[in-house]
């Protein structure tokens, strides 16, 4: 692999800076629960369905047990020892034969739960141990699955894969459609989100029809597509990857749900939901190291989303920030136990075709990226800003986008459409696209070897100076009194600034009492320490 | 069918499409159609462009889709004409601006940050509406109001109270309040605009900020009716928006 050579003593600061500038969210996110992260360890425990007397009609309007019961243990004894204490306290003391019985018991009104402590609270929290490690046990046994499965299929024969979005809102409709993409050379189907999904403070449940613009992510959709893409691997030989979205208000359950399905990779930026959301950053920072822990123990990948900044700013100036943001994502994912080739770190190909040397600059700022994060599957994101609606334009443009993935070894290439901006794709936007990637690896995906722009040149230049940026604003960002948090909230980073007592879902926050207890947080932190 | 065949001299106000040569009628189009390919899609493909008005037509190109579907390129001469003097544009009452426009129409002629507030009002809870117009993130590809520098944005989110709107409108100096209803019920959404005008009347008068409304069930002609200055309908995007608030907010340069 061709490799710039960076700074050596630039790199290594970047990387102090931006385990420093992290630091005070990691003390958030150890001291605090959110509703989220108590809903995801009933999760765990094997709590699903939905309270059939809440909502009128589609049984995605109505509420998860999961919400139900965080909220009966919140409104008696608060959420500061954490939902398992008084849970399965209730469940030891004969409240309740099982967590479903009780459930339907919180739903009739009828359950009490008190915080136990004592003999008490060690007999919870074995039992919520035991619980949660079952669930935890069924997220091993798919990981060991997928692994079976690659070794028997096989993995793509090439990098990078090839990544492509299926969007109908009717899952039935999904399914077809991804099989057909998978034969025709996709390695990675993404499922995208139902618009605004990230805002619901729950996970609608059941197969659903009825998405606008994208698909609920629910756990039998989930288990429908990864059902049908085990028999499409089967029949390619070629073990076909399954992405979802782990964002939004619903982060630390959606993981979950992954986990629990055998999803393989999952979108998991540590701020995109604060900047582009505007979702609490307290919220946003406790449910992302949840949920990466639980990423980093399925063997799931995650996607960071830095090609999002470089939609709603210039790609040539702000460049640094994709750097600034790879590396907290990166210092982020590591404390939350994520080994290099699980961090799917984002970066995108949206330089104004019109400017001169665009494409050197593209070159030099995806060589920076390959060259900082060498064991890392960067995720490549195709030209979205600059496509009008002139689709030809657009092919030629997204050829240039899948020549640069080649030449710097992008790990996953997300297939850019020539219809961008125009329509959802159609069955021949996605062919053809596909034949774009096709010819552009085929003909030139050796060019890696031959590519190795010269020091002191161009693309070197360019990319220590982007590097310098980078290591400029993490210097800004580390030298406030609460790092990142209070960088965020002073909008350091792009144009938006996100106090940290603003946004959705902060009411959903809460910080821990000294006797809190997270069954599936010591059994994650244990595999953690393992690694 | 009468046809002009009048060709496209200059000034000629019935035209064809152009490929090589004036009057030529040659166009291109694309198109799958749910066949196995072979001289039978192919045949197929050509009955289409024939009946869209394509004659000659080629089918220059053809190849399989997955299982059943053919993608076809197709080239021809198309037989309408154009009737330059029958072309009527419906034009919209103010031109939609890009982000920059925008920008700088703020800048430039309010010489301040344009406030808005956004809220959800009454019992809906649905913020999908007031997000896709305020978010950075936007909607179908554009991005919200958010991303526009000269404009400081407040988005209150869900349930507001119309009297807390008006406090903090009045309290933040805004420019305009836009509100959003996704879910409602035997006109809920009606009822609770009308009272949102009533209220901004009552403790603002004519000082009261502009007043937007916006959901998938209003209609755009209300806006009198409902006594707010602008209605906005389905599928709404936060350029329109932007570009909106731009006519109605700031004096024009052509304003003696």
């Known amino acids: ?57 589609a049984a995605t309007d109505r509420v998860p047990w999961v919400n139900r019961v965080v909220d009966a243990v919140r409104d008696q004894v608060g959420l500061e020892a954490g939902v398992a204490l008084p849970v399965w306290h209730a469940l030891a003391s004969g409240a309740a034969p099982s967590l479903q019985a009780l459930a339907e018991r919180v739903g009739a009104g009828t359950a009490r739960f008190t915080v136990p402590t004592g003999a008490d609270a060690e007999r919870a929290r074995a039992a919520a141990r035991a619980a949660v490690a079952a669930g935890l046990a069924r997220i091993d046994a798919n990981r060991a699955r997928r692994e079976e499965l690659v070794a028997t299929h096989g993995d793509p024969p090439r990098r990078p894969w090839i990544y492509l979005i299926v969007a109908t809102g009717d899952i039935h409709e999904d399914i077809p459609q991804a099989r057909a993409a998978a034969r025709a050379g996709a390695d990675v189907i993404a499922v995208i989100r139902s618009t605004g999904q990230s805002l619901l403070d729950y996970v609608p449940e059941g197969a659903t029809r009825t998405g606008y613009a994208g698909t609920y992510a629910t756990q039998e959709n989930f288990r429908l597509m990864r059902a049908a893409l ?286 809190a207890y997270n069954p599936a947080l010591e059994l994650l932190e244990q595999e953690t320490a393992r690694a | 069918m009468p046809e002009n065949r009048q060709n496209g001299h200059v000034g000629a106000t019935v035209i064809r499409p152009y490929g090589d040569t004036t009057g030529d009628g040659m166009v291109q189009l694309s198109f799958t159609l749910p066949v196995a390919p072979g001289p039978r899609a192919d045949g197929a493909a050509l009955q289409l462009a024939n009946k869209m008005g394509i004659d000659p037509a080629m089918v220059v190109h053809s190849h399989a889709i997955g299982e059943g579907f053919t993608f076809f390129v197709v080239y021809g001469s198309v037989r309408h004409p154009v009737d330059l003097d029958a072309v009527r544009v419906e034009e919209r009452a103010y031109p939609l601006l890009s982000p920059a426009e925008v920008n700088a129409a703020i800048k430039g002629r309010l010489r301040r940050t344009l406030v808005v507030l956004g809220a959800c009002i009454g019992t809906d809870a649905h913020t999908v509406g007031i997000d896709a117009i305020l978010n950075l993130k936007g909607f179908a590809g554009e991005k919200g109001l958010e991303y526009y520098r000269e404009m400081s944005v407040a988005n209150l989110g869900a349930q507001v109270g119309v009297p807390e709107l008006v406090a903090r409108a009045r309290a933040g100096r805004a420019d305009a309040v836009l509100v959003s209803q996704v879910v409602t019920q035997r006109d809920a959404h009606l009822r609770n605009t009308r009272e949102l005008a009533a209220a901004f009347r009552e403790a603002m008068g004519e000082s009261r900020p502009l007043l937007v409304v916006g959901g998938p069930r209003f209609d755009p002609g209300m806006a009198a009716e409902l006594g707010v200055d602008k209605v906005f309908g389905r599928g709404t995007t936060p350029g329109e928006v932007a570009s909106y608030l731009v006519h109605a907010l700031i004096p024009s340069e052509e304003t003696p």
């Open chain 1, 230 to 515: 085990d028999e499409v691997s089967a029949e390619l030989g070629r073990y076909v990857r399954l992405t979802n979205y782990a964002s939004g208000l619903c982060m630390p359950e959606i993981a979950v749900l992954a986990g629990l399905e055998r999803l393989d990779m999952m979108l998991n930026d540590a701020m995109y939901g604060i900047l582009f959301r505007d979702i609490n950053p307290r919220r946003t920072f406790v449910d992302q190291r949840f949920s990466r822990m639980v990423h980093a123990r399925a063997g799931i990948i995650i996607n960071t989303g830095e090609d999002n900044y470089l939609t709603t700013a210039d790609a040539v100036d702000e460049a640094h920030t994709v750097t600034v943001s790879q590396l907290l994502n990166e210092t982020l994912a590591k404390e939350a136990g994520l080994p290099d080739w699980q961090l799917g770190l984002g970066h995108a190909f949206e330089i104004d075709p019109d400017r001169k040397e665009s494409f050197r600059l593209e070159l030099a700022h995806a060589m920076l990226a390959r060259s900082l994060f060498p064991d890392a599957p960067l995720k490549w994101m195709p030209p979205t800003k600059h496509m009008t609606g002139d689709v030809f334009r657009g092919y030629l443009l997204d050829g240039f986008f899948n020549l640069a993935g080649a030449l710097t070894g992008q790990g996953i290439l997300l297939v850019g459409m020539m219809t961008e901006a125009v329509v959802t794709p159609w069955l021949s936007d996605r062919d053809l696209a596909l034949r774009n990637v096709r010819y552009v690896l085929d003909a030139a995906g050796g060019l890696t070897e031959d590519f190795a722009p010269p020091p002191g040149g161009f693309i070197d230049r360019r990319a220590d100076t982007v590097l310098r940026e980078a290591v400029g604003l993490l210097e800004k960002i580390a030298d406030h009194p609460e790092g990142l948090i209070q960088a965020i909230a002073d909008g350091t980073f792009g144009i938006t600034r996100r106090p940290a007592d603003g946004g959705k879902g902060l009411d959903g926050v809460v910080a821990l009492a000294p006797d």
């Open chain 1, 1 to 57: 692999m061709t490799a710039l050579q960076l700074d050596p003593v630039l790199v290594t600061r970047a990387r102090e800076l931006a385990a420093r500038a992290a630091r005070p969210v990691v003390d958030l996110a150890r001291t605090h629960t959110t509703v989220s992260v108590e809903r995801a360890v009933l999760r765990l425990a094997g709590l699903t369905g939905t309270d059939p007397v809440t909502g009128d009609g």
